[in-house]
């Protein structure tokens, strides 16, 4: 069983360009989730992907999109960046059952992304 | 509005217990996470509490009151490895998980 990957690990951007990041969920798993954490802050909810299809949304604006595909891997990309987007991204995987039980978020490494 | 409170930081000595506590506010309500961080790393899973009581797994505990928004996560004999901010994370109706900014635990020998 692989666990949840995610790249880059670090990247480093400049104000007013683009960057996607890169999920795969752990196997076994249908809907991943992105969160934003800043340090010493808990993360923060981007959304959340079920079946290819965006299954909530938090307090993010539209410049912040996503896709998973039929593997369920996920894509997090951000455009205009800012100097406040410098942060821990997380990706967690989760499998959700159409029951609504819940289950518990596997987490990736991360991705630490610097805008300059 | 959805809210999740956990004390910044704690302090305890190394071989002790230390208990850290999460009220929460949330709409609709369907269990409760507590994962452990360390700095740098992403968050691990320790427990899931969904039904009022105490939850036991090794030297850490989970306790659920689901009429008062309370829970406490208890950590016992204490290692030096348990420094690290323990998340409190709530799923509320839509299924979404909602967090703490977590309490930062130092241990010392």
């Known amino acids: 069983e692989t666990g949840v990957t995610q790249s880059p690990t670090h990247l480093i951007k400049t104000r007013g360009q683009q960057v996607t990041l890169r999920c795969s969920s752990q196997s076994g798993h249908n809907t991943v989730s992105w969160y934003q954490q800043a340090l010493g802050q808990g993360p923060q909810f981007i959304f959340q992907?079920?079946?290819?299809?965006?299954?909530g949304r938090g307090n993010f604006p539209p410049r912040f999109s996503g896709l998973q595909f039929p593997n369920y891997s996920s894509e997090l990309n951000v455009n205009a960046l800012e100097l406040d987007d410098s942060a821990l991204y997380l990706c967690?995987?989760?499998?959700?059952?159409?029951?609504?039980?819940?289950?518990?978020?596997?987490f990736g490494p991360g991705t630490r992304l610097t805008v300059t | 509005g959805q809210n999740i409170d956990q004390p910044t930081e704690m302090t305890a000595t190394e071989g002790a217990i230390v208990q850290i506590n999460c009220t929460y506010q949330t709409s609709g309500f369907n269990g409760l996470f507590w994962y452990q961080q360390h700095a740098g790393e992403a968050p691990t899973f320790l427990s899931y509490n969904v039904l009022d009581g105490l939850e036991e797994k090794g030297r850490f505990s989970s306790f659920l009151s689901r009429s008062k928004g309370y829970s406490y996560l208890l950590l016992k004999e204490l290692q030096m490895k348990d420094s690290a901010s323990y998340l409190c994370?709530?799923?509320?109706?839509?299924?979404?998980?909602?967090w703490g900014a977590g309490t930062k635990l130092i241990i010392k020998p």
């Open positions: 994370a709530v799923t509320d109706s839509n299924y979404q998980l909602i």
């Open positions: 992907y079920y079946r290819e299809e965006e299954n």
């Open positions: 967690a995987s989760s499998l959700f059952e159409a029951s609504g039980m819940s289950y518990e978020q596997y």
